[in-house]
């Protein structure tokens, strides 16, 4: 069993920066792929990020590109995702998530089997 707990969830102005983070635990005998969604009211989850736990590769949602960017501690088993230059439209629950260790840069939510509780991320214009 895989337990993620996320943190770093909060209310900032646009512009303004904040930097989420994922403590994995339960599986420490696999790398998985890491990804972090959101997803706003009224709407569907959407992948913003994903790196593979070995290789430190990434990949970004292209709203998010140049803006956002994802990391790991292997000391720490958790994944950051550091968010500058934020926009009212990046409001959304932010879910950390592992996926399948076979697929490689998984973006869609069903290539993920384990998920986080959520933060919520709130930015006024």
């Known amino acids: 069993q895989v337990q993620l707990v996320e943190s770093g969830g909060g209310l900032v102005q646009a512009g303004d920066s904040l930097r989420l983070s994922c403590a994995f635990s339960?599986?420490?005998?696999?790398?998985?792929?890491m990804g972090w969604f959101r997803q706003a009211p009224g709407k569907e989850r959407e992948f913003v990020a994903v790196?593979?736990?070995?290789?430190?590769?990434?990949s970004y949602a292209d709203s998010v590109k140049g803006r956002f960017t994802i990391s790991r501690d292997n000391a720490k088993s958790t994944v950051y995702l550091q968010m500058n230059s934020l926009k009212p439209e990046d409001t959304a629950v932010y879910y950390c998530?592992?996926?399948?260790?076979?697929?490689?840069?998984?973006?869609?939510?069903?290539?993920?089997?384990?998920w986080g509780q959520g933060t919520q991320v709130t930015v006024s214009s």
């Open positions: 790196i593979m736990w070995s290789s430190g590769r990434t």
């Open positions: 998530a592992a996926g399948r260790e076979r697929i490689w840069l998984p973006s869609r939510p069903n290539e993920y089997d384990y």
């Open positions: 339960g599986r420490t005998f696999s790398t998985p792929p």
